[in-house]
């Protein structure tokens, strides 16, 4: 057999390089402002070869493996094989070239071994920087670029002939993405030859370049494909733009085989590197060494505890002028085993996924789920999260990874992108290691301490004194409770100084003043602090009385373009110039304290306290609780921040405890890092959870003033709140909760902080936000913060929490990649403190889309009705 080979001189790859140039920018995109849409095939095994060091063999073991895999005695089926080879990023080349060598080597072994089958081989070049490029198309073609990237367009191929010629010929497919001439780091390499590569680009190429090798297969259903993608250096070694490469890939999550160090010191890099891609979040299939003689594999295999094999490779020969073929046979049964390891990884992770939701189905009770509108088909298949993106499996065909934004920040508690959580996972995992957990009272360890500081600091700054922790927000409602009732008592003489404390005989009824349509929790305690609803009926509390004056709140909301006024019908006997606002910063204006329509909220507030004044000592309202400025579980209603101004005001006159329910609203949440700032007042105590610790573990603190404090100092025991948790303060949680608000506030971390640090920039397009507000389909919209949310408009059955009406809506959005859930006949996006506004806009303009398709049907099913 005679191998072909295709050599071009210049005037030929010019000539390709126009072809390529027409059909490359499928695979290079230009840069974008954010990641780009990350689809992986799972039809076929995608591994990712990591390195604990550079000069470690990838490239051998890339090598060994594309011969195994392509070998005709291989198991990966019957069927003739493709091997994809992805070199994203290469330094040092031409004379260094990771593709080619694969290409090359491959080719030799093939040869060597005499196969039967044919074999076609080829070795592409995607772009390189003009000094790269200089070296493989000549100096004349580059001439006049100084910097950038070059459309490089270099190719050759090899046809095998095998001994059967009959058999279909077997593929090799090596490509290198970009390419530098210097032999260093790649971030070096990219800015000494000015030609550097963002992020987004670069994930977008080896995007384009996975979905051709899918594509190719897809065409030809009796091949089967391997890809396999090779990093340049170690694990944590910077890419082009000086991106860690372990955290540049993290979109794909693609399982790894890590290429450990069988030299003096290569049992701790590899154990380094091992737990740099855990910590990250990757899946670690095997661990491959080359043997120096020091037994490195022991070690290796004892730290695993055999929850990793590790493969060991021969010695490889030092001598420059060795082909390495005897090597690769010796290492044949070697490569094998890996191979075989890969794809058994590879079908158990397929048949994990395929199970999950009737496993799912068979076993768990979902919260706040009907489970007979749950069908299997629906169950959403999370196989991970980067930053603000789940990555969900789903069956169209082949299996495959896409992604969802998600819109819901599951439950209203994320906030991180990508960088943060490795973040946060980093230092929990510290704080762990560190400290386990131990027990807070009268103890102080340095993650409570901080927290607690940075809570005063922070939203707590002006008005508390005192960080009470507990485990999330329900209870921390429970505990502004029992503080605001003591503070209650003890202004209000309730309390007498007895040195037994007998209440009995003298305890009153406690009643909290609270809003209509507002959620504090599911605790019993937390439940009887607000109004009747579907989440307080018979069926879902049998105990519930509802504790409380419950009024009803005026609301405000874009409608049509414009931000209204809707005033309760208590109110609406008076009249009031203004029901219409030129801008949301006219709602907040506290010009708006000494208007008329601020003295008849204060008239109406005080009729609704007087049945309680010179009344039996007995029933008393013991406290106020709000959420400030929007209501989040009664259905993203925004309320009239001068009507929560003036509650709080005539509270405060009547030594009425007030708390403000921040769980939902707290920490940038709203704009703001506290709500209480929005609305210009402050409370007495507050409860602060979900996006305090970035989401990514459950806290919650209650603070409160100095005076609520003092309320339970004394000599007994038994004046103290004897309330905890037996997780209170852990320091896993109080380490996060550091790190999330220091980022948050950080400019340097939060590119949406404006310049004065107390708001966030605008996140959602408001001309696109008023369009919405103006489809017929749409009653209100309220956009604020990190929020936008809309109520459709419904009646009858189609309203409420219970309403299905929002489904098929939800399920198509969901389809466009964006992970949403309704609450009723209301849906919402949510994003992060640190989402770039872009990424806003791109939501937006998917749900608009959406809302369009969806008005249209409607109006088709009340045409149809009509007839």
């Known amino acids: 057999m005679s191998p072909t080979f295709a050599i071009f001189n210049n005037s030929h790859r010019r000539l390709l390089c126009n072809f390529y140039s027409l059909h490359l920018h499928r695979y290079i995109s230009i840069p974008s402002s954010s990641l780009p849409e990350i689809n992986l095939n799972l039809s076929h095994p995608t591994y990712m070869i990591w390195g604990s060091n550079t000069g470690v063999g990838k490239t051998l073991v890339s090598a060994g493996l594309a011969s195994s895999v392509l070998s005709p005695s291989s198991i990966i089926s019957p069927k003739p094989t493709i091997f994809s080879y992805i070199k994203p990023v290469q330094t040092g080349f031409p004379a260094d070239s990771d593709s080619y060598f694969v290409y090359r080597k491959c080719s030799e072994i093939f040869l060597r071994r005499r196969y039967p089958v044919s074999l076609f081989a080829s070795n592409h070049a995607l772009k390189a920087s003009v000094p790269a490029a200089a070296q493989v198309l000549g100096a004349e073609i580059v001439e006049g670029s100084e910097c950038g990237l070059k459309d490089l367009c270099c190719y050759e191929e090899r046809r095998m002939q095998g001994e059967d010629s009959g058999v279909v010929r077997s593929k090799l497919v090596c490509k290198t993405i970009y390419a530098w001439e210097e032999a260093i780091s790649p971030h070096l390499a990219a800015e000494r030859e000015g030609a550097v590569v963002p992020d987004s680009q670069l994930l977008d190429s080896l995007q384009k370049c996975l979905e051709v090798c899918s594509r190719d297969n897809d065409c030809d259903r009796n091949e089967g494909i391997v890809s396999v993608i090779e990093t340049a250096g170690g694990v944590a070694s910077p890419g082009p733009s000086g991106t860690l490469q372990c955290d540049l890939y993290r979109p794909f999550r693609l399982p790894a085989i890590l290429v450990g160090d069988g030299r003096l010191g290569g049992i701790s890099g590899t154990i380094s590197a091992y737990e740099s891609l855990k910590l990250r979040g990757y899946d670690v299939v095997a661990v491959i060494v080359e ?40 290492s044949r049964s070697v490569f094998c085993a890996l191979k075989d390891t890969m794809l058994s990884a590879h079908s158990e992770r397929l048949h994990r996924l395929h199970e999950m939701p009737k496993k799912a189905g068979d076993i768990f009770w979902w919260p706040f789920t009907q489970h007979k509108l749950v069908p299997e088909e629906i169950v959403t298949v999370i196989d991970s999260r980067c930053g603000e993106k789940f990555a969900v499996h789903k069956v169209r065909n082949n299996d495959f990874i896409t992604q969802q934004f998600d819109a819901c920040a599951s439950w209203w508690t994320q906030g991180p992108d990508a960088t943060l959580q490795i ?13 386990g957990h131990v027990m807070f009272p009268e103890n102080v360890y340095e993650p409570a301490l901080q927290c607690a500081e940075l809570l005063l600091e922070g939203v707590g700054k002006g008005w508390a004194s005192r960080v009470f922790f507990s485990d999330n927000g329900s209870t921390a409602i429970e505990i502004a409770l029992k503080m605001a009732f003591r503070k209650f008592s003890c202004d209000h003489g309730i309390i007498l100084d007895s040195p037994d404390m007998n209440m009995v005989g003298r305890c009153p009824e406690f009643k909290v003043l609270a809003l209509n349509g507002s959620y504090h929790g599911d605790t019993l305690g937390a439940m009887e602090a607000q109004a009747p609803s579907s989440y307080t009926g018979f069926l879902q509390q049998p105990w519930y009385t509802g504790r409380g004056v419950f009024l009803n709140p005026p609301t405000v909301f874009i409608a049509e373009g414009s931000w209204k006024l809707s005033i309760p019908e208590q109110l609406q006997s008076e009249k009031f110039e203004l029901d219409v606002f ?3 910063e006219e709602l907040f204006d506290r010009s708006r304290d000494n208007s008329e329509l601020a003295r008849s909220y204060s008239v109406y507030i005080s009729q609704q306290l007087l049945q309680f004044q010179g009344s039996s000592r007995f029933t ?21 921040p001068l009507f929560q101004r003036v509650i709080v005001k005539e509270c405060r006159s009547r030594q009425i405890p007030i708390i403000f329910d921040e769980v939902f609203t707290g920490f940038w949440r709203l704009g703001a890092e506290s709500a209480a700032e929005l609305l210009g007042c402050y409370p007495d105590i507050a409860c602060y959870a979900k996006l305090m610790t970035g989401g990514i573990i459950p806290l919650s603190a209650t603070l409160a003033t100095y005076s609520i404090f003092d309320a339970f100092k004394g000599d007994s025991k038994l004046m103290a709140l004897l309330h905890g948790h037996s997780y209170s303060a852990h320091a896993m949680g109080c380490t996060a909760a550091t790190k999330a608000i220091r980022w948050f506030k950080d400019p340097l971390t939060n590119i949406n902080i404006t310049s004065d640090g107390r708001h966030l920039k605008e996140l959602w397009d408001v001309e696109l936000v008023h369009r919405i507000s103006s489809l017929p389909e749409v009653q209100r919209v309220v956009a604020l913060g990190t929020v936008f949310a809309l109520e459709l408009c419904a009646e009858g059955h189609d309203a409420g929490y219970a309403s299905l009406y929002a489904s098929s809506l939800v399920q198509t959005l969901r389809e466009d990649g964006v992970y949403m859930r309704p609450l009723g006949n209301v849906i919402y996006l949510m994003c992060g403190p640190c989402t770039s506004p872009h990424v806003c806009d791109e939501l937006l303009s998917k749900l608009y889309g959406r809302l369009h398709q969806f008005s ?5 099913e009340s045409q149809a009705r009509e007839l």
């Open 582 to 584: 030129g801008s949301r």
């Open 291 to 330: 043997d120096h003689g020091l037994v490195n594999e022991i070690p290796l295999s004892s730290y695993l505890r055999n929850r990793v094999p590790v493969l060991l490779l021969p010695p490889v020969p030092q001598d420059p002028s060795d082909n390495l073929m005897e090597w690769f046979d010796e």
């Open 620 to 640: 008393q309202v013991g406290a106020l609780i709000i959420e400030p400025v929007i209501h989040g579980a009664g259905g993203m209603h925004m309320i009239d």
């Open 423 to 435: 973040e946060l996972a980093r230092d929990m995992g510290y704080a762990a290691a560190r400290f």
């Open 856 to 860: 249209q049907r409607k109006a088709k």
